[in-house]
């Protein structure tokens, strides 16, 4: 696994930012906003910029929705992430010449570009398998699959939270073990080793019921790998921040 990106410090961005990704699960179609606003970080993130010029966005979102077959207008996209407030029209009001980010997201601009870019990998992760489910539970174990390969462990909760109150008795700890390890490695990288030692091991013992697979979710190598992971953060303790090797976390892999 690739270094898992930073964490949003400011909550209302963070949820704000995993909005826009939800909404982009539901519906292929609505990953619009999402485009664009990985666009904008990618042209604002030169040193010494806060402005993109409106010209420069739009090609870049046109391209952008070129590359993944998106039949969506980008002037109307763009329009329609500036009304979030995430981003802001620069210039006079009658004729912007440009877009600024919001204060919350300058202030977070390279954890926030490093999200965009996981969130986009993620989604065309899920595009690729030739199959999906039409089932609920199965659909939200694909979804955080693919989240969770990009390291995005509090997105995961969420997409599996939705879900895992809806279960009937047998299948729910499955889900709430597979939560509880995300929630383990964001609380790693969140710098709370008592809360990411808990988790990982609860999810963990939760989740070694439903081995070797369940749900078209393979599961022991899984938990061997997690299991390393608990033993290597425990035995490094408050140095785990620093010297944890997140090369460690495991994949969720699901069959075809």
Same mark, same amino acid.
């Not at 980010?101 to 065309?124: G, I, K, M, W």
């Not at 013992?205 to 938990?223: T, W």
């Given at each position: 696994? *690739?270094?898992?990106?930073?964490?949003? *410090?400011?909550?209302?961005?963070?949820?704000?930012?995993?909005?826009?990704?939800?909404?982009?699960?539901?519906?292929?179609?609505? +990953?619009? =906003?999402?485009?664009?606003?990985?666009?904008?970080?990618?042209?604002?993130?030169?040193?010494?910029? %806060?402005?993109?010029? %409106?010209?420069?966005?739009?090609?870049?979102?046109?391209?952008?929705?070129?590359?993944?077959?998106?039949?969506?207008?980008?002037?109307? +996209?763009? &329009?329609?992430?500036?009304? %979030?407030?995430?981003?802001?029209?620069?210039?006079?009001?009658?004729? =912007?010449?440009?877009?600024?980010?919001?204060?919350?997201?300058?202030?977070?601009?390279? +954890?926030?570009?490093?999200? #965009?870019?996981?969130?986009?990998?993620?989604?065309?992760?899920?595009?690729?398998?030739?199959? *999906?489910?039409? *089932?609920?539970? &199965?659909? #939200?174990?694909?979804?955080? #699959?693919? @989240?969770?390969?990009?390291?995005?462990?509090?997105?995961?909760?969420?997409?599996?939270? #939705?879900?895992?109150?809806?279960?009937?008795?047998?299948?729910?700890?499955?889900?709430?073990?597979?939560?509880?390890? +995300?929630?383990?490695?964001?609380?790693?990288?969140?710098?709370?080793?008592?809360?990411?030692?808990?988790? @990982?091991?609860?999810?963990?013992?939760?989740?070694?019921?439903?081995?070797?697979?369940?749900?078209?979710? &393979?599961?022991?190598?899984?938990?061997?790998?997690?299991?390393?992971?608990?033993?290597?953060?425990? %035995?490094?303790?408050?140095?785990?921040?620093?010297?944890?090797?997140?090369?460690?976390? =495991?994949?969720?892999?699901?069959?075809?």
């Amino acid at each position: 696994m *690739r270094n898992p990106p930073p964490p949003i *410090r400011d909550l209302e961005l963070r949820d704000r930012l995993s909005e826009l990704l939800g909404e982009a699960l539901g519906k292929p179609e609505r +990953a619009a =906003p999402l485009y664009v606003l990985r666009s904008f970080l990618r042209l604002v993130g030169v040193p010494g910029r %806060s402005e993109v010029r %409106s010209e420069a966005l739009i090609g870049a979102v046109e391209n952008a929705f070129r590359e993944i077959g998106l039949q969506v207008s980008a002037q109307e +996209a763009i &329009e329609g992430l500036l009304n %979030s407030k995430l981003l802001y029209p620069s210039g006079n009001d009658v004729r =912007p010449q440009g877009v600024v980010p919001s204060e919350e997201l300058q202030r977070e601009l390279s +954890a926030a570009t490093l999200r #965009a870019e996981a969130y986009c990998r993620a989604l065309e992760r899920l595009s690729r398998r030739q199959t *999906r489910s039409t *089932r609920e539970v &199965e659909r #939200a174990i694909e979804e955080a #699959a693919c @989240l969770f390969n990009e390291g995005l462990f509090f997105e995961v909760h969420e997409v599996l939270e #939705a879900v895992w109150l809806k279960l009937g008795e047998r299948p729910r700890p499955l889900l709430q073990g597979l939560i509880q390890i +995300a929630v383990g490695f964001h609380h790693l990288e969140n710098g709370n080793l008592k809360g990411a030692l808990s988790l @990982l091991r609860e999810g963990g013992e939760k989740v070694r019921d439903y081995c070797p697979a369940h749900f078209g979710l &393979e599961l022991e190598q899984f938990l061997q790998q997690t299991d390393a992971c608990y033993h290597s953060i425990e %035995s490094l303790g408050s140095d785990a921040f620093d010297c944890f090797d997140r090369r460690m976390i =495991p994949q969720m892999r699901l069959s075809a």
